[in-house]
């Protein structure tokens, strides 16, 4: 009997130790899938054939560069690269020479005034730009010494006696003889049209308008009158 | 002339005025070089007769050949100024207009002020002078609804091309001498619609 009943007990004894054994292998693998389902969204990936290639860095997002100041030499440089080229279309007319500094106005005058007055088309050039920017009572003085500038009588010496013309092929010619005057007096027109706040600058354009209105150059006459007439001067 | 042709080409026009649509087309690069190539034939080199001339068309010899001087080149004149004397002269090839020739100004012939407008050379006016047109198509009328067609529409052109244009239109339209034409060319091109 007492035989028996150890058999019995190490029966026991063994049916419990499989039944342990089981339910702790069961409960591994469950806390193994819920951790997977947890973190995992995507498939695993499967098993690469091809060498590993390392993923790409990040690329930092650069600032965008500041525009690179460009000197006063720098700019006149570009001007005479603009009036060489006789290409009035160039883009950088409108793009290059929209803030000017006082020193990039000082160079540009510079540049007026070492010009041979029968490059008129150039000067007008420097005017025309120069006179985009009027801001100052020194820019207006700039403008009026332009003004009063003696006729030019010819486009090879201005100085030389004015030639005889047939009236018709020449038509664009008085406009061109006169061309920085013209520019010098479409930079106040325009000024005038902004309606400037500075009543002593608005003050100083109308007098050299009405200045140049008696000009012996016609055209130059003719043009400041028109500029009276519709600031309402005249 | 190469060049300024080139920059002709490449003109595109945000609009076009009526005047401009009658006589050349759209605001446009290649409409442009069609109307030229349609009327001038050859370009030889000549001085006109004249030592201040740009270009001219000698009619008896070929009305359809375009004579340009060396001023063309010498002279410093704005680009836009340049193409106005070509589209000018080339206006003057056509035989079935009796080549637009001009119309004397009028006598006296004085600007909006009153006051005489005259050559700037000589001091001379342009009083009697066959230095007008009566009519918007001549070539005082063409060139200078082109401009101003350029002045106002030109989407490419720099503000000093298209500052030049409006320049050089404006002191053309001053050869018009015909109210008519004068009112037509107004309301074409100078009228607030446009501004």
């Given at each position: 009997m007492t035989r028996k009943f150890g058999f019995f007990a190490i029966f026991i004894c063994l049916l419990v130790a499989v039944y342990m054994l089981e339910r702790a292998k069961t409960a591994s693998v469950e806390v193994s899938m819920s951790s997977a389902t947890a973190?995992?969204?995507?498939?695993?990936?499967?098993?690469?054939?091809?060498?590993?290639?390392?993923?790409?860095?990040?690329?930092?997002?650069?600032?965008?560069?500041?525009?690179?100041?460009?000197?006063?030499?720098?700019?006149?440089?570009?001007?005479?690269?603009?009036?060489?080229?006789?290409?009035?279309?160039?883009?950088?007319?409108?793009?290059?020479?929209?803030?000017?500094?006082?020193?990039?106005?000082?160079?540009?005058?510079?540049?007026?005034?070492?010009?041979?007055?029968?490059?008129?088309?150039?000067?007008?050039?420097?005017?025309?730009?120069?006179?985009?920017?009027?801001?100052?009572?020194?820019?207006?003085?700039?403008?009026?010494?332009?003004?009063?500038?003696?006729?030019?009588?010819?486009?090879?010496?201005?100085?030389?006696?004015?030639?005889?013309?047939?009236s018709d092929h020449t038509g664009a010619n008085d406009v061109t003889l006169a061309y920085p005057q013209v520019m010098a007096l479409k930079s106040l027109e325009r000024f005038l049209q902004t309606n400037p706040q500075d009543y002593a600058l608005k003050q100083q354009s109308l007098e050299i308008v009405n200045t140049a209105a008696g000009s012996r150059n016609d055209v130059v006459a003719r043009m400041a009158r028109q500029i009276l007439d519709q600031s309402g001067q005249n | 002339m190469i060049a300024d042709m080139n920059f002709v080409g490449t003109i595109q026009g945000s609009a076009t005025s009526p005047l401009h649509q009658q006589i050349f087309?759209?605001?446009?690069?290649?409409?442009?070089?069609?109307?030229?190539?349609?009327?001038?034939?050859?370009?030889?080199?000549?001085?006109?007769?004249?030592?201040?001339?740009?270009?001219?068309?000698i009619p008896m010899m070929g009305s359809s050949k375009m004579w340009i001087t060396q001023n063309y080149i010498k002279f410093s004149h704005p680009q836009i100024a340049r193409s106005m004397v070509v589209f000018h002269e080339s206006r003057h090839t056509e035989v079935n207009h009796g080549n637009w020739g001009h119309a004397n100004c009028p006598t006296p012939f004085n600007d909006p002020q009153g006051n005489p407008i005259k050559s700037i050379w000589t001091g001379a006016v342009l009083a009697g002078k066959p230095a007008c047109d009566i009519t918007p198509f001549g070539s005082y009328g063409s060139s200078l609804?082109?401009?101003?067609?350029?002045?106002?529409?030109?989407?490419?052109?720099?503000?000093?091309?298209?500052?030049?244009?409006?320049?050089?239109?404006?002191?053309?339209?001053?050869?018009?001498i015909n109210p008519q034409a004068v009112a037509a060319i107004k309301k074409d091109l100078y009228s607030v619609r446009f501004q």
């Open positions: 973190t995992t969204v995507e498939p695993p990936a499967p098993a690469s054939v091809q060498p590993e290639v390392p993923a790409p860095m990040p690329v930092p997002i650069a600032p965008s560069p500041a525009p690179v100041p460009v000197s006063s030499v720098e700019k006149v440089k570009m001007l005479e690269d603009i009036l060489a080229s006789k290409n009035d279309n160039d883009p950088r007319l409108d793009s290059e020479f929209n803030n000017l500094t006082d020193n990039d106005k000082a160079a540009l005058q510079k540049k007026y005034s070492d010009e041979n007055r029968e490059k008129l088309n150039e000067r007008g050039t420097i005017v025309y730009l120069l006179g985009r920017t009027i801001s100052s009572s020194h820019d207006l003085v700039f403008i009026k010494q332009v003004t009063e500038e003696p006729i030019c009588n010819n486009f090879e010496n201005c100085n030389a006696i004015p030639r005889d013309d047939d | 087309g759209a605001v446009n690069g290649p409409t442009y070089l069609q109307f030229f190539d349609a009327r001038v034939k050859a370009i030889g080199l000549s001085g006109c007769g004249d030592p201040n001339a740009v270009a001219c068309v609804i082109m401009l101003k067609n350029v002045s106002k529409f030109c989407a490419n052109c720099t503000d000093k091309v298209k500052t030049d244009a409006g320049i050089y239109a404006d002191d053309q339209f001053k050869r018009i």
